[in-house]
């Protein structure tokens, strides 16, 4: 049993230089991760670190990873209409790219073609739609139609690099590595073919080939890639109805190339399984297992050793030529491999995203072959179903309610480091534990952020697609499924973070294909659980599946979430397997629908000419299929605030209902905890700039969905059942608090105190608990005011919540339910908070530096008689200067009672001021 040191890596970090939004325009993503955009990554992840003295000796012990040979500047692209030599010509240094675009890689064509300014920006308008190849319908799902003959995507394009193998590459094996081509492609290098199309296919797939023979250490060697576009009966990538598709369907090299050594033996993909015995958690037995190469034409003998801090390990291994052979260390075997006292990795609510170093050697003639350097994190994740057939889910033997978002990549694949570490610092700042990837399988980068910060990662195939025209697959597509789970589950299944993997979205594969993907699954160590699809449709395979795909996702109102129940589905037959929407179960994606985003993201989007009315531009910037407007959302919002004469007015109305309707959702999920399991909003973020479906905007702006969503998930939180009219505690929080005190008043709309109570509470770890029931409060406004104030044993305020209600009765329409929506019937009615009378906030506010890091301190005062509601806060580049953007809020869209005062916090980049000064902007629905 081993007791040593552990390393632990901590994540109570401030996360400056590390996780705020892109400094650049949202336009102008960059193509792929630079140099510089990694070193930033290592050092923020060296920054979240503490290592003890020992730990760190250890690692310093080992080699250094020998930096790979990254090809990612300096290529050329061009149509293959317009190039007449052959592969094995352009792939060498006589051949010269006249004319061709410079590209760099990762990027799809479009990419490559929207950077060098071939094309306008695809973001903006309909711009988009004037691109040559778009000729499919608006709303369509392009995965599903085929591309027009005349298309400039239906010819295969050339990408060509010229690069010079370093001369210390002589003498070792070289390995060519893609991460991702999609569709398909013939590869050549200095005259040589390497790989033909008929066995590089599929977009979901990475390549690894053996390119000694052909590389030229210490010369200019040219590698020519002809990639081809992904058809309408591909295995390919798809947005569904998300947002439109581009016009090459993002044909092209849209994952890194580069090249690395190894000796006669490359090592590959070491991961570490963990078994726990909850519910002390006292001992962990690790399986620890990795991928062995044989790079050459004759037998390798030798030993592949591991290192875990102090804890070693070692086997022998005899490889046949070209063999790839998996070697595992089990527990039983090696009674090293069972740690005590184990630091476990925990997603953020619950501990700390602990880690481990491992380091792995293959030894073959006394030499070093090839070795690695990685992470895991000891933990189990587990599911089993409730008493209403939810999948609830388990980490290291205790309960966690699921909630998360909906990930979406850029339209065009674009990579953005900076990008990518602000959305996932979004998504800790809103207090949300999860991030769904449907189809869209993300980078290393990605998912060893998501280890570091304590994000959980529910992966799956999409839906919607050839993915799953299972009758018409042929036999290469069988198996282009198989090579394509058996590559990113290689790739996922070392990453704590990792919660579950879906074998379908919108359907079950059938018996073949799942029994075909479980069999990869086991072979291959996963250590999750697997759900057969993100629906309720049962398998013959694996039964239930304990999920439900239910949505809405059209526009429902607030009480939709929790007057559904598993008791009221008999009358609703119109649902999806597994009940309607409502909060019990696990609900793989849904939401109050559209996200229509502040007034400043309509402009950029849709430019001055088309803010308003609502045009056909605004539409263009909706969903696909049923999905194409947002009519039903500005028809709820006419009818519950008012009619709106400008976007202004529309803008911040859409605020207060998104706010409104993101609430409820998380809110009656955490309530009916664990009747409830799980939630997934569709969506948290944007592949473009849109109308629906986000939780933050493309251009990284927070709105009415954020900080509702930010309300609901306090650690200890007030909440108001929309179906009871009673009041709730809920802790997400997995320690006992004792000597809460729970305030609850009503108010009219001219602020006069119709109700009041105070309660003593008690909140239990991770609990739910229904403290009294609302009686009927007479002389009520037609809106009124609930508010909610919990204190600690203090006086300190930890969780606080002010609804605005109607006492006429939002009802819903159930027996004209469909997949995507339960109409409304009669609505709430908000008109009268027009006669709030208008307040003018005492405002001041204050700045400091920490590190790269500018805080905005912002204290307001409400010193008139009346609420002050719904007021939003920016900050400016200066006065009348842009947003600054992205920015962590404490809090945003907030209601200040008569005489109160209250300081909020800004976070952002110091380095996105310049030379400006921070100028606070404040506005609101009744601030002057």
């Known amino acids: 049993m081993n007791s040593g040191k552990r390393w632990t890596v901590t994540l109570f970090v401030v996360l400056a230089q590390f996780l705020l939004a892109s400094s650049l325009p949202a336009q102008d993503i960059s193509q792929a991760k630079d140099a510089a955009q990694s070193k930033a990554t290592k050092e923020a992840k060296r920054a979240t670190e503490t290592k003890p003295a020992g730990a760190a000796k250890a690692a310093e012990a080992k080699p250094a990873e020998e930096a790979k040979l990254a090809l990612r500047d300096g290529w050329s692209l061009q149509t293959s209409a317009k190039v007449t030599a052959k592969g094995e010509a352009i792939s060498t240094p006589k051949f010269a790219p006249k004319g061709w675009h410079e590209a760099t890689v990762p990027t799809t064509v479009v990419a490559a073609l929207v950077k060098d300014k071939t094309f306008a920006d695809p973001l903006f308008g309909m711009n988009l739609r004037d691109y040559p190849g778009m000729n499919y319908p608006i709303g369509g799902n392009f995965s599903n139609i085929a591309m027009a003959p005349d298309s400039p995507y239906a010819v295969s394009w050339w990408y060509r690099k010229q690069f010079t193998v370093p001369a210390s590459y002589k003498g070792k094996t070289i390995w060519l590595k893609f991460n991702g081509i999609n569709y398909s492609a013939n590869i050549f290098l200095n005259g040589k073919q390497i790989a033909k199309s008929d066995d590089v296919a599929g977009a979901w797939r990475t390549y690894e080939f053996n390119v000694t023979d052909a590389a030229k250490p210490g010369l200019e060697n040219v590698l020519a890639v002809q990639a081809f576009a992904p058809t309408d009966h591909d295995l390919a990538i798809t947005f569904v109805d998300w947002n439109p598709a581009p016009p090459d369907k993002n044909m092209g090299l849209w994952r890194e190339v580069y090249l690395a050594t190894s000796g006669p033996v490359a090592l590959r993909y070491p991961t570490v399984v963990s078994k726990l015995n909850p519910p002390t958690n006292d001992s962990a037995q690790l399986t620890v297992t990795a991928q062995l190469k044989n790079g050459t034409n004759q037998p390798v003998k030798g030993t592949l050793k591991g290192q875990i801090e102090a804890v070693k390990f070692e086997q022998d291994v005899e490889l046949a030529p070209n063999e790839a052979k998996d070697v595992t260390f089990t527990p039983d075997k090696f009674s090293q491999l069972v ?14 995203p602990n880690l481990y170093p491992l380091t792995m050697e293959f030894e073959a003639n006394s030499t070093v072959s090839d070795h690695s350097a990685t992470e895991f994190g000891i933990r189990e994740i587990t599911s089993d179903f409730n008493s209403v057939g939810g999948r609830a889910f388990h980490i290291n033997g205790k309960n966690i309610l699921i909630r ?15 990008r990518l570490q602000d959305e996932i610092r979004y998504v800790r700042d809103m207090g949300l534990n999860t991030i769904r990837l449907e189809g869209k399988l993300e980078t290393q980068e990605f998912f060893d952020l998501a280890d570091h ?7 799956g195939w999409c839906c919607c697609d050839f993915w799953e025209r299972w009758p018409r697959w042929q036999p290469k597509d069988f198996e282009i499924a198989k090579q394509s789970l058996r ?15 879906l074998n379908g979205s919108d359907n ?12 990869v699954e086991k072979d291959l160590f996963w250590p999750n659980p697997v759900v057969s699809s993100a629906t309720g449709k049962k398998t013959s395979v694996t039964g239930d599946s304990g999920v439900k795909m239910t949505g809405p996702y059209e526009y429902v109102a607030p009480s939709y979430w929790e007057v559904d129940t598993p008791e009221g589905q008999a009358g609703r037959k119109q649902c999806n397997p597994g009940g309607c929407g409502g909060a019990y179960g696990f609900n793989t994606e849904t939401s109050m629908g559209p996200a229509v985003p502040p007034v400043e993201s309509i402009r950029a989007m849709v430019g001055k000419d088309h803010m308003w009315p609502i045009d056909d531009t605004w539409n263009y910037h909706a969903g696909g299929g049923e999905f194409k407007t947002i009519g039903v959302f500005t028809e709820a919002l006419t009818n519950r605030y008012g009619k709106s004469d400008n976007v202004e007015d529309f803008a911040m109305k859409s605020q207060m209902q998104t706010y409104e309707g993101v609430r409820a959702m998380y809110e009656a999920y955490s309530r009916n905890k664990y009747q409830s399991t799980g939630v997934i ?4 973020n944007n592949a473009w700039p849109s109308m629906i479906w986000h939780l933050y905007d493309y251009y990284l702006r927070p709105g009415g969905g954020y900080f509702g969503a930010k309300r609901a998930m306090e650690a200890l939180h007030p909440v108001y059942g929309y179906d009871d009219h009673s009041i709730w505690v809920v802790s997400s929080q997995y320690e006992d608090v004792s000597g809460l005190k729970l305030t609850t008043k009503v108010y009219n709309l001219d602020w006069s105190e119709k109700f009041t109570q105070e309660n003593a509470v008690d909140a239990g770890a991770d609990s739910t608990a229904k403290i009294f029931a609302m009686p009927d409060v007479p002389g009520l406004s037609p809106t009124y005011f609930l508010v909610l104030r919990l204190e600690d044993s203090a006086g300190k305020l930890v969780g606080s919540n002010l609804y605005w209600l109607s006492t006429k009765p939002e009802t819903l329409d159930w027996a004209k339910t469909n997949w995507w929506m339960t109409p409304t019937a009669s609505f709430a009615d908000f008109t009268a908070l027009s006669q709030l009378p208008k307040v003018k906030l005492r405002v001041t506010d204050r700045n400091e530096r920490k590190g790269e890091e500018e805080i905005t301190h912002v204290t307001l005062e409400n010193p008139s008689k009346s609420l002050a509601f719904f007021v939003r806060l920016k900050v400016d580049k200066g006065p009348k200067g842009d947003e600054i953007l992205p920015v962590v809020w404490e809090d945003n869209y907030i209601s200040l009672m008569p005489g ?10 110091a380095s996105e001021l310049g030379a400006a000064k921070a100028a606070v902007e404040v506005s609101g629905w009744n601030v002057e």
């Open 339 to 352: 740690f005590s006292s184990p630091h476990l990795w925990w997603p953020i609510q619950m501990g700390k």
């Open 404 to 418: 998360g978002g909906g990930w979406t990549p850029d339209l065009m694949m674009r990579e953005n480091s900076q």
């Open 453 to 459: 910060q304590g994000i959980l990662v529910m992966a």
């Open 487 to 501: 590559d990113q589950i290689y790739r996922m299944r070392s990453h704590p973070s990792l919660v579950m993997w």
């Open 508 to 519: 079950a594969p059938p018996p073949d294909v799942e029994q075909m993907y479980l069999d």
């Open 681 to 684: 909003q569709w969506m948290l």
């Open 900 to 909: 109160e005062k209250r300081e909020v916090t800004a976070t952002y980049r």
